[in-house]
């Protein structure tokens, strides 16, 4: 398969190595989505303003992006900016934005050359008129590839994907063409501005704190939660391993008793019918 050239970095025999050792100790995770956090006080550690994090934060969604396609990772959803999030200074959110914009600027081309798809998640409209337009290039640039989809959640909170997901249903309701008994699991879902992507097998988060802060609410109903103190401008492919290291030692029962217990209690009921 072609070299991936995100990072711009030539990569080590050891990182090659890592990550096969990774392919064949376990299932790589379809989809991972990360709540990218602690930008704020990594730069404030440093002496530096917090837009200064963010900055270096870019680095790591290129390090990310490329070692989860070289794994064969299918899906990655970035959160990157919260309907919240609007609430910050109006100096923080106009840098996020600026970033935002020269980010894609740099980087579209690159996503492409990698065979990676851009898409987007969240209020794009409350956006800037420059950064949806950026963004849609992009978006239409890549739409044809196929290594990986790069899901950037950008004014986006799950609550906001819930409710214009239950408009929608009770549009259709209104206007006769829905029975309220047929709405199940699964016509939801297919609401939600997730509708084409399966949930997340892993979700991480960094920088310490323990909440979900309004991300993927009804998408992470059996994720495999995975937290690391390391803020993200800090987090590189290397602690990425880690968690997916972890994931591969979870036992995803999904409700039901593990795999080998059914075994288990499969031959007891084949030898109890014997009997
Ligand atoms: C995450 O880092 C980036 C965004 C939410 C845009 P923060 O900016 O939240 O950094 P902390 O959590 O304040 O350290
Ligand atoms: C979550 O981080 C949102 C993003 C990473 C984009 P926040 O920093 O906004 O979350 P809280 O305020 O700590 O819950
Ligand atoms: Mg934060």
């Known amino acids: 398969m072609k070299e991936l050239t995100i990072t711009k970095q030539i990569q080590?025999?050891?990182?090659k190595q890592n990550?096969?050792?990774?392919?064949?100790?376990g299932e790589i995770p379809l989809h991972i989505a990360i709540i990218m956090d602690g930008n704020g006080r990594w730069a404030k550690n440093k002496g530096s303003i917090r837009l200064h994090g963010h900055k270096v934060g870019v680095d790591s969604v290129r390090d990310i992006t490329e070692s989860c396609a070289q794994l064969g990772v299918k899906y990655l959803t970035l959160y990157a900016f919260s309907t919240e999030n609007w609430?910050?200074?109006?100096?923080?959110?106009?840098?996020?934005?600026?970033?935002?914009?020269?980010?894609?600027?740099?980087?579209?081309?690159?996503?492409?050359?990698?065979?990676?798809?851009?898409?987007t998640i969240g209020q794009l409209d409350r956006f800037p008129q420059s950064c949806?337009?950026?963004?849609k290039e992009a978006i239409e640039l890549t739409k044809d590839n196929n290594r990986l989809e790069l899901c950037l959640a950008l004014s986006y909170s799950g609550r906001w994907d819930i409710t214009e997901a239950v408009k929608k249903i009770a549009t259709h309701v209104k206007e006769g063409r829905l029975d309220p008994?047929?709405?199940?699991?699964?016509?939801?879902?297919?609401?939600?501005?997730?509708?084409d992507v399966p949930d997340p097998d892993?979700?991480?988060?960094?920088?310490g704190e323990y909440r979900?802060?309004?991300?993927?609410?009804?998408?992470l109903a059996y994720s495999e939660l995975y937290i690391t103190e390391t803020y993200w401008p800090d987090f590189r492919r290397d602690e990425l391993y880690e968690a997916i290291r972890s994931?591969?030692?979870r036992d995803r029962r999904f409700g039901k008793i593990s795999i080998s217990e059914d075994e288990k209690a499969g031959s007891s009921r084949l030898v109890n019918k014997k009997s």
Not at 132 to 135: A, D, M, N, R, V
Not at 202 to 207: C, E, G, N, V, Y
């Open 12 to 15: 080590t025999e050891e990182d």
């Open 19 to 25: 990550q096969e050792i990774l392919k064949n100790s």
């Open 87 to 119: 609430g910050r200074p109006s100096t923080e959110v106009r840098g996020l934005m600026k970033l935002l914009v020269s980010s894609l600027r740099k980087e579209a081309e690159n996503l492409n050359k990698n065979d990676i798809r851009l898409s």
């Open 132 to 135: 949806q337009t950026e963004l």
């Open 181 to 195: 008994e047929l709405i199940n699991d699964q016509m939801i879902g297919d609401h939600l501005s997730t509708a």
């Open 202 to 207: 892993l979700i991480i988060r960094t920088s």
């Open 212 to 219: 979900i802060s309004n991300f993927l609410l009804w998408q």
């Open 247 to 249: 994931y591969q030692g």
